[in-house]
């Protein structure tokens, strides 16, 4: 301003020989008089957008520094695959071991019974109806000690005491193999449920037995099979196992009986044993590959996206209004546990046996209904569940599950007979 002032008055004050000259404005002398300042010229190209880098993008492209989500540690698959393969392949040749041995043996015994067994050996329903027999002996004889020990209670206390066990005891000969074999495996369950309820034992068992696919952990995709967090998990698990896994150890067995190239076998207990914990182990492997290389990269992409709009207050205005809490939570990747895709498994598996079969559900509706519709309705259940990005149920590992005992159903009568005939090469 001072500049300008001096440069006015100067001006004014000049006379030209011919006399007083009309006088300009200082608008009308500002364009000529006055230098004007040009803006430097881009070498952008038009219509571009480019924009300077900042320091610290300068910086890190001098330094050769990588970004945050090029840095950070990816979760490894391989040795969750590794364990599943190895603990299927040994569950699968202990379970043909321990077959072989109880067979030879029941052929053994058999043979001592009825000289009939010496012109031939004996045959599937006849060493299963021998079995059927012994435990019927053991009960009794647990009853008679039974007796013996409550002889000088009082007869009503006696009497009840020995009604229960009778009833209890006829209900559990009257079961499949399956189903008491699938009643041990829920108390299993239900000790583990019983541990997570001991506070001092609550970070034990998180670390234990939930599987977290962060954690890189391997062997809780075995031990999270037996752990459920919530009583009403636990009982609907265990109710769908008693059932659908009495089904598929029948299916075993039928397999067994009406295959003419299949060898005999006294029980089918150790078959269903080595699919339940293959099944389990494949469906939270799904889970934990899912979780690993889709939703954990999707995550660590988001978490990235949310820090440059933090930086950046113009930005972060825009995104004001946006649930940020919100988008950030369906990105959760949390630990999985239960025996839901062990159970699916089993339920695919009886679905694709037994497919004129009628389940009745435990919510509506109530009535009896196909399993194939049954089956395909909670499929379709979980497929929404996967596109809508529930959190309730671990998905995933349902159709994990879902996948394994269809592929059971196809293939897996000739890998059991595999496994059967090694060992029963290796036996002398």
Known sequence: MLWTTLYRRSASSLRTP????????????????????????????????????SFRTQVAKTEGVSSFSA??????????????????????????????????????????VSSMFQLRPPSTDEMRRARYMELGGHLKGTLNRLKDETSTWPSTLRNICLATYVRSAQTYLDWTEGRRLCFHIA????????????????????????????????YTLLTSVFSHKSFLHLIANNMALCSFGSAATTYFYFQQRNNQDALPEATSIWHFSAFFLSAGMFSGLVSHAVSTKILFPRLVARACTQASIRASPAASAIAGGTNVATAAS??????????????????????????????????????????TTGVGGIILLDLVGVIRGWKLFDHYAHLGGAAFGALYYYYGTSWWNFERRLEAHSWP
């Open 18 to 53: 011919l006399g007083h000259s009309n006088s300009r404005s200082l608008f009308q002398t500002f364009p000529s008089h006055f230098p004007r300042t040009v803006r430097p010229q881009s070498s952008r190209l038009p219509g571009s957008h480019d924009t300077f880098p």
């Open 71 to 112: 840095r950070i540690e990816k979760p490894s698959v391989r040795n969750q695959v590794q364990f599943f393969l190895g603990v299927s392949l040994l569950a699968y040749l202990g379970a043909a071991a321990l077959t072989e041995s109880e067979t030879k043996y029941w052929k053994k015994k058999l043979v001592t």
């Open 187 to 218: 108390c299993v369950n239900a000790a583990v449920f019983l541990a997570w309820k001991v506070p001092r034992l609550r970070s034990f068992m998180w670390k234990s037995f939930a599987h977290d696919p962060l954690s890189g952990r391997a």
């Open 330 to 371: 369906k990105g959760q990747i949390l630990p999985s546990l239960g025996a839901s895709g062990a159970v699916y498994s089993a339920v695919t598996l009886s679905a694709l046996a037994f497919p004129d079969a009628e389940v009745r559900l435990l919510f509506p509706p109530f009535f009896p209904i196909p399993i």
